[in-house]
């Protein structure tokens, strides 16, 4: 996703920038959706991530990898958290393409709100969160369902939107499952992605599938960096 965007600016497409940074999972990106149409949807039990005198937003990441800075006032840190989702709202009811990326299907929560996934693995040091966090890998029920709804809001709110989706060739580096290494989680993951999204696809109009998945896989010698799991940017270019 990273490197398309590089490519998209670098060759002058009216790139907006959503402010979301990367999100992962298809449940973290239809959050970000509701988050700009329908946010009194959202079942947020935790909006607020205490780090001692750092607090952040669970929901949002910035481009630094963190959740969003927020005030360490409860009033001003709502104010901030308004205004990412009015842009959100301007930026995704004003676009012509929007291009969704699935890397991983690992999710973490709060206990009280199993079905809203935080942006990422929660860090240690959270404020109660040894005793209020979870985890779990989404099913392919779950994918299908977090990507009707993505379709349905996007087409609602934004009625002349094209979809593209791709699935990330990068592969986890981690994984919540003790069964098995996170080599195996990871293409447990994106088969149960792409089996979710090919499958989809068909019934929806202005919806398509854009296959740099296969694209990258095909060519496993030439299409990775060094660390065997970022594509170079020189090899998106192509």
């Known amino acids: 996703a990273q490197r398309l965007r590089d490519w998209l600016i670098s060759n002058n497409f009216n790139y907006k920038d959503g ?50 800075r927020l005030p360490n006032d409860k009033q001003k840190a709502q104010e901030k958290q308004l205004a990412y989702y009015n842009h959100f709202k301007k930026i995704l009811s004003e676009c012509e393409v929007l291009i969704v990326t699935y890397g991983q299907t690992e999710v973490w929560s709060h206990k009280d709100a199993p079905d809203t996934a935080f942006y990422a693995a929660p860090f240690v040091g959270i404020k109660d969160g040894d005793q209020n966090h979870i985890c779990k ?14 379709i349905r809001l996007m087409q609602q709110y934004n009625p002349n939107i094209k979809i593209i989706f791709s699935i990330s060739p990068i592969p986890l580096v981690a994984s919540i499952n003790n069964e ?4 195996i ?30 694209w990258v896989n095909a060519h496993p010698y030439t299409a990775f960096e060094s660390d065997g799991r970022h594509v170079p940017q020189s090899y998106a270019n192509s």
């Open 137 to 150: 890998d989404l099913t392919l029920d779950e994918i299908k369902e977090e990507t009707k709804e993505i």
């Open 180 to 183: 098995y290494s996170a080599y």
């Open 19 to 68: 402010k979301w940074d990367r999100v992962y999972s298809p449940r973290n990106i239809k959050q970000t959706i509701q988050m700009a149409f329908e946010p009194d949807t959202l079942n947020i039990v935790e909006p607020i991530w205490e780090f001692g005198d750092d607090w952040g937003d669970p929901y949002i990441k910035e481009s630094a990898g963190r959740p969003l």
């Open 185 to 214: 989680a990871a293409n447990r993951a994106k088969s149960k992605l792409h089996a979710s999204v090919l499958e989809l696809i068909p019934e929806y109009d202005n919806v398509y599938y854009m296959p740099s998945f296969e």
